[in-house]
């Protein structure tokens, strides 16, 4: 390598590494805050709510004061592999109580509705279960699908003479939880929205695409919607395992041309919760379990374990709320509520601070046999060798210690100890998702809904 050919990496690498460093530490001391809101809330619940009360489970919730019907909204495009044991789980848990299921489909996908068919095959099943076909060739968005069940359900309002308490959300893949209508009948009654976690299972031989969802939604579902919710910004929904007050649909579609699914959106669900809170409407994550020590009533699912399919799914919640959600829904709401939509903007300038970082790496540790060459140290010793590199590794060490924390709660220590070399996938998927939600959004294209790929494990019930 010539010497002018070195200089140029060299400044490249260090002009890298300087954004790297400055971007790690304003997100690192922001992080820090936030962990500290969620630590201090935690503590005070213990030192003064747990020492007088103990805590709700589903055997102590309180019953509803006036006990509902539910409907279940689910839009199915290209989901036959997955959707017939969505609903058979639904069927199975729920037993007898009191909802019905819309599934939208579309034409151009007979696989689906043969699927949804098989599982029609009885009496019971027929009346809870109702296919809303679609005229339009798939894939739409999946707000157009929830539109069509939203039209249906209210039919079977005026044709049967009655009226749902709440919609739930549902995605094709779920496992829904056994006591979700429970908890959903008695807290839609104080909340216009209510979300419950999201739990992704564990797929064996596949520890790295497919785990890092398991650290994400911890920490998302355990701490960073708790936060949100403790502090009194807008709590979004997940898009699934999320009930909506039946009146509070009614004002949503009031807004909109009598859809209260914006079919122009993405991330129609994260949105969801960003215009309830707009129309004075409390959301809540209700973070339960079904007895003292038991298991946390969640919504559990397979996500993908392929990267390409992992960066497409994260490409489009980026190019929904980062970018296409800047535009759409601006900076309403006080201080706190400004900081939570910069935080869920945040995901590209995230991302180039990864890239930049990772690649003063990749530059450095090429440079060093030529600067041992030249009787220089190694530039990456040098580079961490400062005070603020210290400061990061502290910040680090925090990040992980977190991530490890939320993680062994939910999946144990194995999981926890996993989580700590996993951040490097999540990075790596966080950077790809990114670089390919700008393509699309400046490119302009119109809003599609590019489905995840849904398969299950060989060994998963069916």
């Not at 939509?341 to 890239?355: F, G, I, K, M």
Request: hydrophobic share 50%.
């Amino acid at each position: 390598m010539d010497g002018s050919a070195f200089w140029l990496m060299s400044g490249a690498r260090h002009e890298l590494g300087v954004f790297a460093q400055f971007g790690f530490l304003a997100f690192g001391l922001e992080q820090l805050f936030f962990d500290t809101i969620w630590i201090g809330r935690a503590g005070w619940r213990a030192a003064t709510v747990y020492t007088r009360h103990d805590r709700v489970t589903m055997r102590t919730l309180a019953a509803p004061v006036a006990p509902g019907r539910f409907a279940i909204l689910i839009g199915a495009w290209d989901e036959a592999a997955v959707i017939g044991s969505t609903l058979s789980t639904a069927l199975a848990r729920w037993g007898d109580a009191d909802y019905r299921i819309y599934v939208a489909t579309y034409p151009n996908d007979p696989a689906t509705h043969a699927a949804i068919e098989a599982v029609r095959t009885t009496a019971d099943a027929r009346r809870r279960i109702r296919i809303v076909p679609g005229d339009r060739p798939g894939p739409v968005t999946k707000a157009e699908a929830l539109n069509r069940n939203w039209d249906a359900l209210r039919a079977d309002e005026a044709a049967e003479g009655f009226r749902y308490k709440a919609a739930i959300l549902h995605d094709a893949e779920d496992y829904v939880a056994a006591h979700e209508l429970r908890l959903f009948d008695t807290l839609i009654e104080r909340f216009a929205l209510v979300q419950i976690p999201v739990r992704p299972l564990k797929r064996d031989g596949h520890p790295g695409v497919a785990g890092h969802y398991l650290d994400e939604f911890a920490e998302a579902h355990g701490k960073q919607l708790v936060v949100r919710e403790a502090i009194g910004a807008s709590v979004p929904s997940a898009g699934t395992g999320c009930a909506i007050a039946r009146d509070m649909l009614d004002r949503l579609a009031d807004e909109q041309g009598n859809t209260p699914f914006d079919g122009e959106s993405l991330t129609e669900d994260y949105e969801l919760g960003l215009r309830i809170d707009r129309l004075g409407g409390r959301g809540i994550l209700a973070r339960l379990f079904d007895r003292p020590g038991g298991e946390l009533v969640a919504v559990e699912a397979y996500f993908p374990h392929h990267g390409h399919a992992a960066v497409r799914q994260k490409a489009r919640w980026v190019t929904g709320i980062a970018l296409a959600g800047w535009d759409r829904l601006g900076w309403q709401g006080g201080g706190l509520e400004r900081w939570m939509r910069l935080r869920d903007r945040s995901a590209p300038l995230a991302a180039a601070v990864l890239a930049a970082g990772y690649t003063a790496i990749l530059l450095a540790l090429f440079e060093t046999p030529f600067a041992w060459a030249a009787g220089r140290p190694a530039p990456l010793l040098a580079e961490i060798d400062t005070p603020i590199a210290h400061l990061l590794f502290v910040l680090l060490i925090w990040r992980l210690a977190m991530r490890a924390l939320l993680v062994g709660r939910l999946y144990g220590p194995g999981e926890a100890l996993r989580s700590v070399p996993r951040i490097v996938v999540s990075n790596l998927v966080a950077i790809a998702a990114s670089a390919r939600a700008l393509w699309c959004y400046v490119a302009g294209a119109p809003p599609r809904w590019d489905a995840t790929v849904h398969t299950l494990p060989d060994d998963a019930p069916r």
